[in-house]
């Protein structure tokens, strides 16, 4: 038992002083950052190309056109006619996808090592050669209204979630959602897409990471000559308005005969990594662990295990944003319980936290977990990836990301406490509440 | 203790790769699992699998072995809900454990340094569970919600939707989780019954993967599983065949997009054909943008996010099953080309190039989503519970790449029944002339 404990002891402080990720990171001459993370498990690679162009960048009236060009990227180029990207990287057993956020547009493929030379090339060639017209455009158009109608519009959760956002948000554009309002992707085109790449998509405005079985004496000559190649261009200021101060806390309230069941849910504004009170994010990522990160979390043991009064309870907050994060609650009340009543012993919680504080053992006990969650990312070839690219692309330092389980295990009650009373309140608050009705 | 244990080493090469090495190592206690060492990181994931699933749940009961795992963490040995699942938490070990059809298992990841506690733990999960009154009424609920979400949600209606009509008669055609009415009735007695009749050794087959050697892992497995039966249990569940009616069934719902739930029978992972089988299928539904209804049905034509077709290969019963999603009014649309490609990769065949294709993805992606100890201690335990042998990665690229495309085109041929594939719609479609309407479907 006692060796035991010793071992655990010293498994949590290792990686505090350890190299996290062990990443190292250079620029290229045409001002695009790189970033390579050795990871020798599997005979692998991922590539991914981080935009520094997310939907929070959309022009007025082009919500989800950050979004649209993602999906354009694959549509082909000169070199590669279109489907000749895909074939190719399938035909070397790789696979590749891309995704888009509020801040960044990504591109990522997986192949074997000895393969990367080829998924750098294709990468480098659509990043200025590529080709669209209207015949192509217009059924992609139709795609992502497909998209949006099964993520979101088949959804009421996912619908009053958006509703919820644009609320939260007053003026910033976080408040639009990242695939686009229904009414402007329908008016969205190829000249949408062709303005935002010409503008964006250069190197001095992208972020290459490559993780997996190399090293940076290897991976740097390739990118040199792949993408050192590609002229940097002037860009444009990236204008993100500043949220203004609330006065008053927002609620909504859907009713839908599609709604299994009553929902609830909380946003409150939250410092990100690079915005507000940035020394706040890492005790209110710890904050967010305490009181809703698993079922041994506050407001799971109170709600669900003691009083019975919900089926499920939590909390979510991620701090990698460029602008405000939000800090979420949310809980699903018990078949007969009160959306009400579930609510004010929420708040219940909620009050004693601020009042009280978090106690030195719980503290102790979701450090250890989240440092050890530090360790389990690394049992994965694009975990690490993400974690780093995302980093970089919102303009995060890579010490920053080494450090993180050192930050963690710093974090004092005290700095939780001031956190928790900064932002649990009420006026920087959107409450939304779904409501099942009966079919007529 | 440590000297009895015995160890086969096999190397298995991925292709233009390193090696990874399988050991079959049975413990003092005669308990076999398949470990993969790997030290870089001070992490172990072990994966395990009992025989005999949701399909062997009695009759009105459906969803008690769903209910029985979900609640094996519920409280065990000395520790009610609360203490199992804080101990577990203070250890940072992720344990999981779930139902499907032909088999109940679980997992578990810890710290090396956590593994002896976490295991523990997971021996009063498999061994001990308290299945308590209270806890057992709260997971009722969670149950009881999850399926009316289900019922709420047209991607998981239409597909419950076709099971149950390709299944009419078989337990396959039941929801894993049963339905509001079926886990209603399940009492403590049922779930204490599954718990020793079902959780025993016979059958059981374990991966390991991570920062352990051969005879830790011994050790470890005898502390695991050393208290369960090794008495096998003799139920069995009838072989079968998925109804091919060609029907469409609707279920009317007012969204605005329809969920297609499609399918027909399918190679039986133990068919020879299987590795033709599944060539021939992503040539036709595979993902990415390699598959045909991908390219005709979202490319040219924007018809849908996604499309896709997969074998699912049960004990009893093998299928093809697909889906997409498109909005009412182009949904008959998406149909339709479903069915004329389904005809033409019956007619026709793949071409030399297509299969070419699918074989080098199907081959060379392999290794490379092997990334994750999790990933690799479920491929360990597949492999054993398919009975695919150990030198099974070994074979694997040898298995795909011999398939001619004459094979394929005459596994096509007599797997592919166009007019046989049948339906799920749960949307508001348009000019879509049902089969069958399913006002309520009571699921």
Partial sequence: MVAVACLALALVAAPASAQRFGAESFTLGNGMQLAVVPNHRVPAVVQMVWYKLGAADDPLGKSGIAHFLEHLMFKGTAANPPGAFAASIARNGGRDNAFTTQDYTVYHETIARDRLDLVMRLEADRMTGLVLDDKVVLPERDVVLEERRMRIDNEPAALLAEQLRATLFLHHPYRNPTIGWVNEIRLLGTKDALASYRKWYAPNNAILVIAGDVDSAEVRPLAELYFGSIPPQTLPARVRVEEPQHYAAARLEMKSARAAQPQWNRSYLAPSYRAGEMAQACPLQVLAEILGGGAGSRLYKSLVLDRGLALSAGTYYSPSTIDLAIFGLHATPKPGVSVADLEAAIDDELRRLVRDGVDPDELRRAKERMQAASVYARDSLSGPANIIGAALAIGQGLDEVEAWPERIGAVTAAEIDNAARSVLVERNSATGVLLPEPTS | ?443
């Avoid at chain 2, 087959?205 to 011994?218: F, P, Q, R, S, T």
């Fill in chain 2, 1 to 443: 203790m440590h000297r009895s244990v015995l160890a086969l080493l096999l190397l298995l090469w991925a292709p233009g790769a390193g090696a990874m090495t399988i050991e079959r190592v049975t413990s003092p206690g005669g308990i076999e699992a398949w470990l993969v060492e790997d030290h870089t990181l001070p992490v172990v994931s072990i994966r395990f699998a009992f025989p005999g699933g949701a399909a062997l749940d009695p009759p009105g009961k459906a969803g008690l072995a769903a209910m029985a795992l979900s609640l094996l963490d519920e409280g065990a040995g000395p520790y009610d809900t609360a203490a199992f699942k804080t101990r577990l938490e203070d250890l940072a070990a992720n344990l999981r454990f779930t139902a499907g059809r032909d088999e109940v298992g679980g997992s578990l990841r810890s710290l090396k340094a956590n593994l002896s506690e976490a295991a523990g733990l997971l021996r009063a999960a498999l061994s001990s569970p308290r299945f308590e009154p209270a806890a057992i009424e709260r997971v009722r609920g969670e149950f009881v919600a999850s399926l009316s979400q289900q019922a709420h949600s047209p991607r998981a209606l239409s597909d419950r939707l076709w099971m149950r009509d390709a299944f009419e008669d078989h337990p396959y055609g039941e929801n894993v989780d049963g339905t509001p009415t079926s886990v209603s009735a399940i009492t403590r007695e049922d779930l204490v019954g599954f718990a020793g009749q079902r959780l025993r050794r016979a059958g059981l087959v374990i991966g390991a993967v991570g920062d352990l050697n051969a005879d830790e892992l011994a050790a470890l497995i005898d502390q695991v599983f050393g208290a369960l039966s090794a008495v096998g249990d003799e139920t069995a569940v009838a072989e079968t065949k998925p109804a091919e009616n060609g029907g469409v069934l609707i279920t009317r719902r007012p969204v605005p997009q329809s969920a297609v739930s499609f399918g027909q029978i399918g190679p039986k992972r133990d068919d020879p054909n299987w590795y033709a089988a599944r060539l021939v299928n992503d040539v036709l539904g595979g993902g990415g943008f390699r598959g045909r209804l991908m390219r005709e049905i979202r490319e040219k034509r924007g018809l849908a996010y996604g499309v896709s077709t997969e074998l699912v290969s049960f004990r009893h019963a093998g299928l093809i099953l697909g889906s997409v999603a498109t909005e009412n009014a182009r949904v008959a649309q998406s149909i339709a080309l479903i069915r004329a490609e389904w005809r033409r990769m019956r007619d026709e065949g793949p071409s030399q190039a297509e299969l070419d294709l699918a074989k080098d993805f199907l081959i060379g992606s392999f290794p490379l989503s092997l990334d994750t100890s999790a990933r690799v201690a479920a491929l360990l335990v597949e492999i054993q519970f398919e009975n695919l042998g150990i030198d099974y990665l070994d074979r694997r690229a040898t298995l795909f790449g011999a398939v001619t495309l004459d094979q394929a085109k005459r596994v096509a041929h007599n797997l592919l029944d166009p007019d046989g594939l049948s339906f799920a719609v749960v949307g508001d479609p348009a000019d879509l002339t049902p089969t069958r309407i399913v006002p309520d479907p009571g699921l």
